[in-house]
């Protein structure tokens, strides 16, 4: 079996690694870094689509370019993410990195009148 | 999930003590005020992984390995069993760092 790593490079299953990194979020992404430049060879893991920083990384957009002017599109993420839309951090830059809330759906009891 | 007696202490703690501080460094007028959320509002995953040095009440030892399974780190928030009232990532992040930096010392020495 044969992976395919970023650049198309070739990967085989049966090459070992020093270190192999589960995720690639905030602390994978770092523990990658880090292993790195301490001269690990390491795999990383990665379950998320893959992310094209120049594409996908958009936070120097400024909102005049953007589709919705930031406002961001309202009816989509009401459909998919009642709970989350309402996180200051999901706005129209970095919505598309939240899970869906039909996929992974919250369950609480309101508490605002507390 | 709810919000139990608990964390409505703590936020108002964390209200009276922000205040206390900003008094403390001179500021006038200081009102300090609770937002009231919804669990899921604002959302920080930690826990599930404890960091202590009794194998029998934690997962994790202070360098975020397992003590079942030598050559398992996790160095996400799951070390963390309570949260503060900042974001946690830069935190993960020192740890992570941390535990990156034992590993290669770990294995400079021969010992993974």
């Known amino acids: ?114 | 999930m709810k919000w139990r007696e608990n964390e409505l202490a703590i936020r108002e703690d964390m209200a009276v003590a922000a205040a206390e501080i900003l008094e403390a460094v001179g500021a006038k007028d200081v009102s300090p005020f609770i937002q009231k959320t919804d669990p899921g509002f604002t959302i920080h995953e930690m826990g599930t992984a404890r960091m202590g040095r009794d194998p029998k009440t934690s997962v994790l030892n202070g360098y975020n390995q397992s003590h079942d399974i030598p050559n398992l780190f996790v160095t996400d928030g799951a070390c963390m069993t309570s949260s503060s009232c900042v974001n946690p990532s830069l935190t993960y992040m020192a740890l992570t760092a941390r535990a990156c930096d034992y590993v290669a010392h770990e294995m400079d020495l021969g010992h993974f």
Not at chain 1, 4 to 10: K, N, V
Not at chain 1, 23 to 31: D, K, R
Not at chain 1, 77 to 103: I, N
Request: overall charge positive; proline content about 4%; hydrophobic content about 30%.
């Open chain 1, 1 to 114: 079996m044969r992976l395919w790593g970023a650049g198309r490079t070739r990967y085989s299953l049966s090459m070992s690694y020093d270190a192999i990194v589960v995720g690639s979020g905030i602390t994978g992404g770092f523990a990658a870094k880090e292993l790195t430049e301490r001269g690990l060879e390491i795999l990383v893991l990665e379950a998320g689509r893959s992310i094209a920083p120049e594409h996908d990384y958009v936070e120097h957009v400024q909102p005049w370019n953007l589709r919705y002017r930031g406002l961001k599109n309202r009816r989509a993420l009401d459909k998919s993410k009642p709970t989350q839309k309402d996180c200051y951090g999901c706005d129209e830059w970095a919505s598309k990195f939240f899970v869906s809330d039909r996929d992974h759906p919250y369950s609480f009891q309101r508490s605002t009148s507390t």
